[in-house]
T-cell receptor, first 115, second 116 residues
Framework: KAGVTQTPRYLIKTRGQQVTLSCSPISGHRSVSWYQQTPGQGLQFLFE???????NKGNFPGRFSGRQFSNSRSEMNVSTLELGDSALYLCASSLGDRGLQETQYFGPGTRLLVL | GNSVTQMEGPVTLSEEAFLTINCTYT??????LFWYVQYPGEGLQLLLK?????DKGSNKGFEATYRKETTSFHLEKGSVQVSDSAVYFC???????????????FGGGTRVLVKP
């Protein structure tokens, strides 16, 4: 079974621009979660999508948004980029119906650099 | 809220040495516990997991036991190799405001360097 894939792997943007990241989950997985990883803040939860609906949300500003398509693929969008948005953005997929026993499988990440 | 604390690194070892990475957690309810590993330039790989108290997760020579009485999930490996050099993250599954689904709450990560 193919793993979680993320595109692009690397991005360079300038302040004020917007960016869209893409994630394709493992076949059969209906939940996609997004995390931000930075040296200062570590790994932080952004949001989770399940069956095309945002099911959970972390503590990030509204500039961070996402969506999920009927084939479970997900996109994450960051508008009005700030220098502090430079990070590794990780996508994780899971079945979505196992509650606290759910296991999330991560993609390789998209490294975003904001100049 | 729930939280995970793990020992700060870096941890530097010689090949074939014994590795222990301490992880303790604070949680309400009955979370599952995980260890993930991150190699340079890569995403997170699931190393092992445990879903209830006294469960032992194991994989590739690594082990960790879910200890509810001490709220711990320490990672151990009896004989490390250079290829085990990576950053290790302890995590717990966490509900978000009682909603369905869950998120992972991570510790800060422990960098391990194994020298030949």
């Amino acid at each position: 079974k193919a793993g979680v894939t993320q595109t692009p792997r690397y991005l360079i943007k300038t302040r004020g621009q917007q960016v869209t990241l893409s994630c394709s989950p493992i076949s059969g997985h209906r939940s996609v979660s997004w995390y931000q990883q930075t040296p200062g803040q570590g790994l932080q939860f952004l949001f989770e999508y399940f069956s095309e609906t945002q099911r959970n949300k972390g503590n990030f500003p509204g500039r961070f948004s996402g969506r999920q398509f009927s084939n479970s693929r997900s996109e994450m969008n960051v508008s009005t980029l700030e220098l502090g948005d430079s990070a590794l953005y990780l996508c994780a997929s899971s079945l979505g119906d196992r509650g606290l026993q759910e296991t999330q499988y991560f993609g390789p990440g998209t490294r975003l650099l904001v100049l | 809220g729930n939280s995970v604390t793990q020992m700060e690194g870096p941890v530097t070892l010689s090949e074939e040495a014994f590795l222990t990475i301490n992880c303790t957690y604070t949680a309400t309810g009955y979370p599952s516990l995980f260890w993930y590993v991150q190699y340079p330039g890569e995403g997170l790989q699931l190393l092992l997991k445990a879903t209830k108290a006294d469960d032992k997760g194991s994989n590739k020579g690594f082990e960790a036991t879910y200890r509810k009485e001490t709220t711990s999930f320490h990672l151990e490996k009896g004989s490390v190799q250079v290829s085990d050099s990576a950053v290790y993250f302890c995590a717990l599954s966490d509900q978000v405001s009682g909603a369905a689904g869950n998120k992972l709450t991570f510790g800060g990560g422990t960098r391990v360097l194994v020298k030949p």
